[in-house]
């Protein structure tokens, strides 16, 4: 952890923080000495920069650093791997200067020191950030550990990430908050109803065997909340085999789990009042001599034909047996996450998940919220009349759609098949990864909307907690990173 939460040591270096608007207010106060030197550097306050003010001992006296907003939740991601090793604290309202909000500090500073470390070092230790403890700076902190342990998930490569990984993973998780884990293995997948599942994963190594796992945790009183997340911990596309650089980056195929995983420890964390379960369907999506093929037909566990059009569109075949399953226990709310589609990325790029939802409101409300909190998605249509394109000659629904066009949609409707008519459903394919690096945000496995999906799940079915960010819910015992722990 680089954010301690208590009081400063002695000799921590005080961090002052401004905007651009107010940083000629509060230049104006400082000791003229200190505004010439700011000056100097070309200082202004702007988002993501900092400069080091000297004592006349020649030792850090003082960091200036500029923030876009006092909520904004990046706000201090570049300092801790920038700033020399040590420990700071924030200097509060000094000369003006803006008082961050204990959350948005927390979480930045946390992530600003991310870096997934399983196999090289890092060249320097982050500098460290001292807080006075809060409800809100614990709640940064939560985030914090659900983001960098659903990125860990992602970028721990396939061989070191396979199914049976990912149960062991998701076994911790519910050890660390009293969830109950099963797994069902295997040929045991037909017994148990989910033909679909099995199909994708029959063809990997014996110990890397499809999987279903299944996590839940609550009470029977409060409203059941089902997370579906696609497990794919390599898709190499089967049969249909990807090219070489459509199959680089195929480790990531799990994001959708990853978030599912990091989604739960966050509302177990919080103690929200939800009767909850995670299905995560885990397969490899390999080829062999019995792997599943382009033109076979299974019937799903909902009952409907599903013809295989393409083996590489593999997500939605595991997704619609878990999404048919969690529909049984009729939840207030279903929500699963995928790297679902290419064409999700070709619509709207890799920082933007696509939220598909039956209920318009609904899906506008929540992207109003995720550029609120800097943590977007944007919606798409389940275009009832491209369903078409979905129907099969010799079966129900095909796995591809009628021609290249509308992708995301053709999946997204291929998984509403599964989902019956009255039930309340977000499905959200995203990419789970920075192709970029942003302060705080390195190239690699990302969070997306994360934050977005818990401030939501807080306001609706938490006790009244107000924005979600706001705590005063109960935090219950913080879980940093149970899967971090769970490395191979
Ligand atoms: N896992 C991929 C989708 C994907 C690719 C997500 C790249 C993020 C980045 C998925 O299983 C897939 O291959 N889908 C195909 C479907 C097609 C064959 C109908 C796709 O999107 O090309
Ligand atoms: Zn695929
Ligand atoms: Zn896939």
């Known amino acids: 952890m680089s954010v301690e939460l208590g009081k400063p040591d002695r000799g921590s270096v005080p961090v002052h923080v401004v905007d651009r608007q107010t940083w000629p207010e509060v230049a104006s106060r400082l000791p003229k000495a200190d505004a010439r030197w700011l000056q100097t550097l070309g200082f202004v306050g702007a988002p993501d920069s900092h400069a080091l003010l000297p004592g006349a001992d020649g030792q850090l006296a003082a960091v200036w650093a500029g923030v876009a907003t006092a909520s904004h939740p990046w706000a201090l991601a570049a300092l801790p791997k920038n700033l020399p090793v040590g420990a700071y604290h924030l200097a509060g309202e000094v000369c003006g200067g803006l008082v961050l909000e204990a959350s948005a500090a927390a979480m930045s500073w946390e992530l600003g020191a991310y870096r997934f470390d399983l196999y090289k ?10 807080l006075p403890g809060s409800k809100a700076a614990e709640h940064g902190l939560l985030l914090a550990a659900a983001i960098a342990s659903t990125r860990d998930l992602v970028n721990t490569p396939a061989e070191h990430m396979g199914p049976a990984h990912l149960a062991e993973v998701a076994k911790l998780v519910a050890r660390q908050h009293g969830a109950t884990f099963k797994q069902t293995v295997g040929d045991k997948l037909l017994g148990a109803g989910f033909p679909a599942v099995h199909a994708v994963g029959r ?18 009183k409060h409203p059941r909340l089902s997370l579906i997340g696609k497990g794919v911990c390599f898709d190499t596309g089967g049969l249909d085999i990807k090219s070489a650089d459509g199959m680089r980056q195929m480790k990531k195929d799990m994001g959708g789990a990853a978030h599912v995983l990091g989604l739960a420890q966050l509302v177990m964390a919080l ?7 995670v299905l995560i369907p885990a397969v490899e999506n390999a080829i062999a001599g019995n792997a599943y093929r382009p ?6 566990r909902k009952g409907l034909h599903i013809e295989i059009g393409n083996t590489d569109a593999e997500g939605r075949v595991i997704l619609c047996d878990a999404l048919a399953y969690a529909a049984e226990s009729q939840p207030a709310l279903m929500i699963d996450m995928a790297t679902l589609t290419g064409a999700a990325r070709v619509a709207l790029g890799p920082q933007l998940p696509a939220l598909f939802c039956r209920d318009i409101g609904q899906a506008r409300a929540l992207v109003d919220r995720g550029l609120a909190l800097h943590d977007p998605l944007w919606h798409m249509p389940l275009w009832a009349p491209y369903h078409g394109g979905i129907e099969s000659e010799i079966a129900d629904i095909v796995n591809t759609g009628a021609g290249p066009m509308g992708g995301a949609i053709s999946a997204a409707l291929f998984l509403e098949d599964f989902v019956p008519a009255d039930q309340e459903w977000l499905h959200l394919d995203l990419y789970a990864w920075n192709s970029s690096s942003r302060p705080g945000r390195p190239v690699g496995g990302e969070a997306q909307s994360l934050r977005t999906l818990i401030a939501y799940l807080e306001d609706r079915f938490g006790a009244g907690t107000g924005s979600g960010n706001d705590m005063g819910s109960g935090i219950g015992q913080p879980a940093p990173g149970a899967a971090r722990r769970a490395r191979p």
Do not use: C, F, M, N
Not at 203 to 220: M, Y
Not at 271 to 277: A, C, F, I, M, N
């Open 203 to 220: 063809a990997a190594a014996s110990d890397r065997a499809p999987r279903l796992i299944e996590l839940h945790w609550g009470k029977p």
């Open 271 to 277: 103690q929200l009042p939800v009767r909850l379960q």
């Open 295 to 300: 033109g076979d037909v299974y019937k799903t």
């Open 121 to 130: 070092a890092a060249k320097r230790e982050p500098a460290r950030l001292v």
